[in-house]
């Protein structure tokens, strides 16, 4: 079946660090990718999002590339800031499953001042 | 737009108590509303797959008769917690699915925090 592995977390940066979050998945077809971000208390926000091989997907200075060839989809930002900390789900969805979505395990970040 | 939202924000009851709580869809048409419970520092568990007009598809391990789900409209999906208890404390999240959308994308809700004392 489909899968999501995130790194383990929690992450911890200061203030304008680069940031990368690893994601692999492994899935039966072709699947979406998504990244969703989560604020205390909140439900989730859609980050960011690629529907096929090669597309980058990208928001609020966050990236990520869907990457076939190593069924990764790490998401990346090249300098952190405080509002940023949150935690960061990693998901796939695939048509064959009703737009059933596969979720990470989530990884907290935190950044200081 | 797509946005989706959730009533209450939060509830807190007795125990043997039911709750239901609501998610709608505001500015769109829902072909598929999804129901998830999350844990404190963990992520989002599945609890069924509700369509509108059928009957919902429960995840393996979730009663089924404990949480009712019902699906009037597509934009109207509701989770009844019967005879709650304090191990149904949690976080409950819905989502949907955009009809006609090709990437499957699913917009959340913004959670009920549900206390069973």
């Known amino acids: 079946g489909d899968s999501v592995t995130q790194m383990e977390g929690p992450v911890t940066l200061s203030e304008e660090a680069f940031l990368t979050i690893n994601c692999t998945y492994t899935?039966?077809?072709?699947?979406?990718l998504f990244w969703y971000v989560q604020y205390p208390g909140e439900g989730l926000q859609l980050l960011l999002k690629?529907?096929?091989?090669?597309d980058k997907g990208s928001n609020k200075g966050f990236e990520a590339t869907y990457r076939k060839e190593t069924t990764s989809f790490h998401l990346e930002k090249g300098s952190v800031q405080v509002s940023d900390s949150a935690v960061y789900f990693c998901?796939?969805?695939?048509?064959?499953?009703?737009?059933?979505?596969?979720f990470g395990e989530g990884t907290q970040l935190t950044v200081n001042p | 737009g797509a946005v989706v939202s959730q009533h209450p924000s939060w509830v807190i009851c007795k125990s043997g108590t039911s709750v239901k709580i609501e998610c709608r869809s505001l500015?769109?048409?829902?072909?598929?509303m999804f129901w998830y419970r999350q844990f404190p520092k963990q992520s989002l568990m599945l609890m069924a797959t509700?369509?509108?007009?059928?009957?919902?598809?429960?995840e393996q391990g979730v009663e089924k008769d404990k949480f009712l789900i019902n699906h009037a409209s597509l934009t109207l999906s509701t989770l009844t917690v019967t005879s709650a208890h304090p191990e149904d404390s949690s976080f409950y999240i819905c989502?949907?699915?955009?009809?006609?959308?090709?990437?499957?994308?699913?917009?959340f809700g913004p959670g009920t925090r549900l206390t069973v004392l």
């Open positions: 989502s949907a699915s955009v009809l006609g959308r090709v990437s499957n994308e699913q917009f």
């Open positions: 899935a039966t077809g072709y699947p979406s």
């Open positions: 690629a529907t096929k091989a090669d």
């Open positions: 998901a796939l969805s695939e048509v064959t499953s009703g737009s059933r979505l596969t």
């Open positions: 500015d769109f048409q829902a072909t598929t």
């Open positions: 509700s369509n509108e007009g059928s009957k919902a598809t429960y």
